[in-house]
């Protein structure tokens, strides 16, 4: 959808395209759902109760007191009761989920987040060529990437890490196998100065499976949910399940990463929306 600004002189300014990043959430039966993969069915389908306007007219007629007969076409209100997951679907991790502490400060729970900090310009770097691979998305990877872009990152960016896992069925095992972060390169975008790291995978890090094994391998602690450890040290907000990041230009937009309001936790589902 295009949208027109006006400015106060009454020139007209830039149309703004507006390019939804949230991946819809829609209810999965969990029989369909691969065994190997059931571990992680609480952070992919929500449980919803569909209570549709018959529902919804017994419930009217109980609280008026009155006939069916009464309300238009016998119907009454629909709504849903919903069962999720704080890190379910397109979600906000705040600093809480890494940890107690974050730079030997309490860490910020979802909804003590400055909204500013969630409003910000953004750059994509591509790494689909590491597609289906679970391998390290490593320093020398995002410096190639920003270089192919000609971009620096800056103060208050967000980096998005496009890797197209979004295009595969939700059930699919592939989906899981994406490429992920390492404690380097996760700290090398804080040092660059991001705010915000994204990515359309379903982890910030390498898959489960990978770093399970690196560590059962080597007994080394380092292989243990390094990405994300990594902001214990330095506040960094991390958004998972995007999607549609091959719809934007490399940079020159802003994105609006924006939580549920929930009081007191880790995460929050978002509604993540780029302003082009």
């Not at 790291?197 to 982890?203: E, H, I, K, P, Q």
């Not at 924006?258 to 007191?264: A, E, H």
């Amino acid at each position: 959808m295009l949208h027109s600004r006006s400015s106060q002189a009454g020139k007209p300014l830039p149309m703004t395209k507006l390019i939804d990043l949230t991946r819809p959430l829609v209810a999965i039966d969990k029989d369909a759902f691969p065994p190997t993969l059931q571990p992680l069915y609480r952070i992919i389908s929500p449980e919803v109760d569909f209570v549709g306007n018959d529902r919804g007219a017994d419930i009217m007629c109980e609280l008026f007191s009155c006939p069916k007969s009464d309300l238009p076409d016998g119907e009454g209100w629909a709504e849903e009761m919903v069962t999720l997951s704080s890190h379910l679907g397109t979600h906000v991790d705040a600093p809480l989920h890494y940890g107690s502490t974050c730079g030997g400060a309490p860490a910020k729970t979802v909804d003590q987040i400055p909204l500013e900090e969630l409003f910000c310009d953004a750059v994509v770097l591509d790494m689909t060529h590491k597609k289906g691979t679970g391998d390290a998305i490593t320093v020398d990877d995002i410096k190639r990437a920003l270089e192919a872009v000609q971009y620096q990152i800056k103060a208050g960016d967000a980096v998005l890490i496009r890797t197209d896992h979004d295009k595969f069925s939700i059930t699919d095992p592939v989906r899981y196998n994406y490429p992920g972060l390492i404690r380097e390169s996760a700290l090398y975008l804080a040092q660059c100065g991001a705010k915000v790291g994204g990515t359309d995978a379903l982890g910030w890090d390498r898959p489960f499976p990978k770093m399970v094994a690196e560590y059962q391998k080597t007994k080394d602690k380092a292989h243990i949910w390094d990405a994300h450890f990594a902001y214990r040290d330095v506040e960094v907000y991390v958004i998972q399940q995007l999607v549609n990041l091959e719809k934007l230009p490399a940079h020159g937009f802003k994105v609006a990463f924006f939580p549920i309001l929930l009081v007191g936790a880790s995460a929050a589902p978002a509604r993540v929306v780029a302003f082009v």
